[in-house]
């Protein structure tokens, strides 16, 4: 029997819905849950994805790709590329598993709500393949660094990350619930596939990939282009959803939650990503910096992408160009300088050499920056090492659960932006922070910063044990410098000429 093309069945098979007959529309797709936008069935069955697979071609795919990453993970199990990597390269490895490898398994249930609640046929198919490919992220994510963790007690917060108290991780859940957890179908595929994964996730993983490359580690370079060719497709689920939006009059509602999904992902990559990129990447192995990767393959694509969609830039998008030369410098001193509080190593990144290549960069990083790891230097430099580290919490934005910060320097800016809501004072980060605040201020008000939690009594006893004890950090777990402050015997040396001359 002949077989049909597939072109000749699939947009039949693929739209076919139900008039449901034993319950109401609202029972089969309840509002809360399936966030219709008041629109009528038919206008949701318009949806029409870019991205066509059918499940027989999903399987064959995905099976080849896995079949790709494992046997390359099998091929370079004796090459010893863990022991002999860059310390930096291992934090980065590290950092990444912990963030994203239990969320991938969080993904899965959300693309599971489009699934089952989206009334657009169209994202209902897409999303079955998307649920099951957040599931093969997961599981990769979890197994690859299972090897390490006899060898390095950090690699097991891949695991144990997402349980744990730690302020990063407090940091990472309180965006992806808000994206992914506790939102309805369409808002899901807006903020999750459309803001997350087209404006971030997907250039990240090929800027990650190409960095591995570069590091020499065929295994995690294969593994996370495994995983992004799955990204650039189910991230094209929202796409479509916003176009019904807008050509329905819900404009005001789609580019609300862009804007809203597009600044917590900012934030977060500018402690994760950037400082891998500007601080953790051997100097030799840098393509370009974070800020020009930003640019290039952030900003530029995803301003074509809403341009194409009929949206406009978000309204902060200046105070987001701006913050690309400024938040991850100081996100990654906060997490170095806290460094016993993260389940990775931080390298400090700031060799001379390094700090003339930051300061092409981002001119001015010496005056400003470079500052304050001046003093770090003259600590670590003269064995004060109890100055080297923190005495106090940081101040944390209610928003984003990351550190306040300003650029230091003559125009030092730090600033707090306060808000009071029904009684309690909340401090935010950024007027964009404070802003998506009042968005929604009962989805956010209840929230404990970690700082909140300090304050409270909430960590005993109220000191760094208290807290370490707080975030689950085991001993021979919590952070340091990742090189053993090697990197400091240049200044050593340049202290002993100086004295000599």
Not at 48 to 63: A, C, F, G, I, S
């Given at each position: 029997?002949?077989?049909l093309?597939r072109?000749?069945w ?6 076919t819905?139900w008039?449901?007959?034993y319950?109401?529309?609202d029972?089969l ?9 008041g629109?009528?069935?038919n ?12 499940y ?7 099976r080849?790709?896995?079949?790709g990453?494992?046997?390359v993970?099998?091929?370079l ?21 912990g ?6 398994y ?14 657009a046929p169209?994202?209902?198919n897409m ?9 093969r992220?997961?599981q ?5 660094p299972?090897?390490?963790?006899s ?13 744990t ?26 903020m999750?596939?459309?803001s ?7 250039m ?7 960095d591995a ?6 295994t995690?370079a294969?593994l ?7 990204e ?5 689920i ?8 807008i ?5 005001a509602?789609?580019?609300k ?7 917590g992902?900012?934030k977060?990559?500018?402690v994760l ?12 192995h840098r393509k370009?910096?974070f800020?020009?990767f ?5 900003v530029?694509q995803f ?26 410098h ?5 997490s ?8 990775w ?26 500052q ?38 003559k125009?030092w800016n ?21 802003w998506?605040f009042?968005q ?15 304050l ?12 370490l ?21 240049v ?11």
């Amino acid at each position: 029997m002949a077989v049909l093309n597939r072109m000749d069945w699939y947009d039949l098979a693929r739209s076919t819905n139900w008039t449901p007959t034993y319950v109401t529309e609202d029972e089969l797709f309840p509002p809360q849950l399936a966030g219709a936008f008041g629109l009528p069935q038919n206008a949701w069955e318009k949806y029409d994805e870019p991205y066509k697979q059918t499940y027989p071609e999903y399987v064959k795919v995905q099976r080849d790709k896995d079949a790709g990453a494992y046997s390359v993970k099998a091929a370079l199990e004796r090459s010893r590329i863990f022991e002999n990597a860059d310390p930096g390269w291992k934090s980065v490895m590290k950092a990444h598993y912990g963030a994203i490898a239990r969320g991938e398994y969080a993904a899965a249930s959300a693309e599971a709500r489009m699934m089952r609640f989206s009334k657009a046929p169209g994202m209902r198919n897409m999303s079955t393949l998307g649920c099951l490919d957040e599931i093969r992220h997961g599981q990769m994510q979890l197994y690859f660094p299972h090897e390490h963790v006899s060898k390095d007690r950090q690699m097991d917060w891949a695991f144990k990350a997402y349980d744990t108290n730690d302020w990063a991780m407090i940091a990472a859940r309180h965006f992806f619930d808000d994206i992914m957890m506790t939102r309805d179908a369409i808002s899901v595929s807006i903020m999750l596939t459309f803001s997350f994964e087209t404006g971030f996730t997907n250039m990240q993983f090929l800027g990650l990939a190409a960095d591995a490359a570069e590091a020499g580690d065929h295994t995690f370079a294969n593994l996370i282009s495994s995983i992004q060719t799955d990204e650039s497709r189910h991230a094209q689920i929202g796409g479509p959803a916003l176009k019904i939006l807008i050509e329905n009059g819900q404009k005001a509602e789609a580019q609300k939650r862009v804007d809203i999904a597009v600044w917590g992902a900012w934030k977060l990559f500018s402690v994760l990503t950037g400082p891998i990129m500007d601080y953790y990447t051997p100097l030799e192995h840098r393509k370009q910096s974070f800020k020009e990767f930003m640019e290039e393959w952030i900003v530029a694509q995803f301003e074509r992408a809403l341009t194409d969609m009929g949206l406009e830039l978000p309204w902060y998008w200046d105070i987001f160009l701006k913050d690309l030369s400024e938040t991850h410098h100081g996100m990654h001193l906060g997490s170095y300088f806290w460094r016993p509080t993260v389940w990775w190593n931080p390298a400090a990144g700031v060799t001379p050499a390094e700090r003339d290549w930051l300061e092409e960069k981002y001119p001015g990083w010496n005056d400003t920056w470079g500052q304050c790891w001046d003093v770090i230097i003259d600590n670590v430099v003269d064995g004060n090492m109890a100055m080297a580290y923190p005495e106090t919490l940081p101040y944390v934005c209610n928003m984003c659960q990351l550190p306040i910060l300003g650029t230091p320097g003559k125009g030092w800016n730090v600033k707090d932006y306060p808000l009071e809501y029904k009684g309690r004072l909340y401090h935010f980060g950024s007027e964009v922070d404070r802003w998506v605040f009042e968005q929604e201020p009962e989805r956010y008000a209840g929230h404990l910063s970690i700082v909140d939690r300090f304050l409270a009594g909430m960590i005993q006893p109220m000191n760094l044990e208290g807290a370490l004890a707080y975030m689950n950090i085991a001993p021979g777990e919590m952070g340091d410098d990742a090189h053993n402050y090697a990197w400091a015997e240049v200044y050593r040396a340049l202290r002993e000429t100086r004295k000599a001359g």
